[in-house]
């Protein structure tokens, strides 16, 4: 398993940026694909974006194509977020994850404990 941890939330106006980091440890980071998930109140949890183990592929939602980017350091086991021009909407705990695979493939097996973002309008 591997171990995850988020960091880089908090309360930003509608319009704001903030980059969230996910640092790994345990298991090879390097070998497994990775993504970000939310989870806004009363609601299920959602995809936002992954990425392959490699960096050389990436997806996103729609809800946030063209202004979030997900990337990765493989050197530093870890793993961003840089969400730009935020909206109330994005008001949601973001959850890092591993995948078991290089590539974005099934479901997640191993998730962070979550790091919550207030988009105030």
């Known amino acids: 398993q591997v171990q995850l941890v988020e960091s880089g939330g908090g309360l930003v106006q509608a319009g704001g940026s903030l980059r969230l980091s996910c640092a790994a440890s345990g298991r090879t980071f390097s070998s497994s694909a990775m993504g970000w998930f939310r989870q806004a109140p009363g609601k299920e949890r959602e995809f936002v974006a992954a990425i392959n183990w490699s960096g050389g592929n990436t997806y996103y939602a729609d809800s946030v194509k063209g202004r979030f980017t997900i990337s990765r350091n493989n050197a530093k086991n870890t793993v961003y977020l840089q969400m730009n021009s935020l909206k109330p909407e994005d008001t949601a705990v973001y959850y890092c994850?591993?995948?078991?695979?290089?590539?974005?493939?099934?479901?997640?097996?191993?998730w962070g404990q979550g790091t919550q973002v207030t988009v105030s309008s």
């Open positions: 994850a591993a995948y078991r695979d290089l590539t974005v493939v099934g479901v997640p097996s191993s």
